[in-house]
């Protein structure tokens, strides 16, 4: 199929920013749209519409004409008449529109150009169209058990918790529950979720030091319905020295987090498929909590040398606690962040990185992005703020290779 045929009157299927005269880049923009379209098309065929609200082209992609026109309101004689009996002819009918929308996104992704065609720019417009592509509207394949990952570098400023919060949203925007559990005194990850967490609020430091249930602490972000967070608040400041005189010290957020789950299990709610446990930049027993509550480390590596350094030291003390406290845990995800293709220094300890680990690493890497940085300041992950920005695209991507490596053997194919 010619790229000329795969026409997107409005871009990729993907609806403009709220707020803003423009919409998205979209490709293609297709050779006969009339003048009144208001395309302004850019070297290589990328357009970038005006004024547009709506999708209307007619690929069948999420969110297009064709998929609204298909749903429809269930009335009270549907409902009392129990399910339809399966039709044979529509469940195939079904199954082939699928597999023609996902080779109508490998040819769209097919027609754009090239990595190593035309300027930098270029390049970098048409991998965020390739991502938009293959992200947009999937729904990631669920694990077949909880998992719980500590984001974890002792180093500060390498982005825990902008991944956290990012990834979670990402996880959760594809049709999956997640539960954020914030231990960093700070309590960034509570901010970036738009979740409260003033010295009032019952918080994870309560559940840590007085032993309350981690279902009172619990709340859901306001801006992504399926994900869950644990607040923290100043106390957790003082909680390290709380705990020293503890019984079971290394060991009071992995009960209270197998007590939650299992509650959970018995009520018949949404069990969390993943739980992702932010840390405080140190090797406290706060952070010693988590790597006894987790069967996975998730580590986030700034590509720059002193995050080399800190990472050794890192995987020794993993090893410690995997000797005497957790023999599940693993290092199982390595995320490279705040990448600059510009610079060989970035490129040096990407490679170096994926050297040592090629089986952590993730493929995607997460570039240094304003948009990341603006999104916590009105309470937000980027995947709510900028869900088009390059740092959103690319967080997504994290998120679609962290739940495709831990699908289920029968997880239902992505659509």
Known sequence: MSPESLRLDRGLGWPALQGTSTAPLGWPAGAGDAAGDKDVVLDGG?????????VTG?????????????????????????????????????????????????ELAGSLPSGDADTPLARAVADDARK????????????????????????????????????????????????????DPQGNASTALGIEHHAEVTSIYDVLVDG???????????????LWCAPATIDLAGAEIELVSLVARETRLQKALDAYLAEVGEEGGAVPDYVLIDCPPSL???????????????????????ALEGLSQLLKNIELIRSHLNPTLHLSTILLTMYDGRTRLSAQVADEVRAHFPDQVLRTTVPRSVRISEAPSHGQTVMTYDPNSSGALSYLGAASELADRGAAPDAPAQN
């Open 46 to 54: 990328v357009s970038r519409e005006t004024r547009d609200a709506g």
């Open 58 to 106: 007619d690929t069948g992609l999420d969110g297009g004409p064709d998929a609204a026109a298909d749903s429809g309101p269930i009335g009270p004689a549907e409902l009392a008449s129990g399910p339809a009996p399966i039709d044979a002819a529509a469940a195939e009918s079904a199954l082939a529109s699928l597999v023609s929308r996902e080779t109508e996104r490998d």
């Open 132 to 183: 938009r592509i293959a992200l947009t509207g999937r729904a990631f394949p669920k694990p077949a058990e909880t998992r719980v990952l500590t984001i974890a570098n002792q180093k500060g400023g390498v982005g825990k918790t902008t991944t956290t919060v990012n990834v979670a949203a990402g996880l959760a925007q594809a049709g999956l529950t997640v539960l954020v559990i914030d231990i």
């Open 212 to 226: 309350v249930a981690l279902a009172d602490v619990v709340q859901e972000c306001p801006d992504v319905p399926g």
């Open 284 to 306: 406290g027993l706060l952070t010693i909590n988590a790597f006894v509550a987790a069967r996975e480390v998730f580590i986030p590596i700034q590509c720059e040398y002193y």
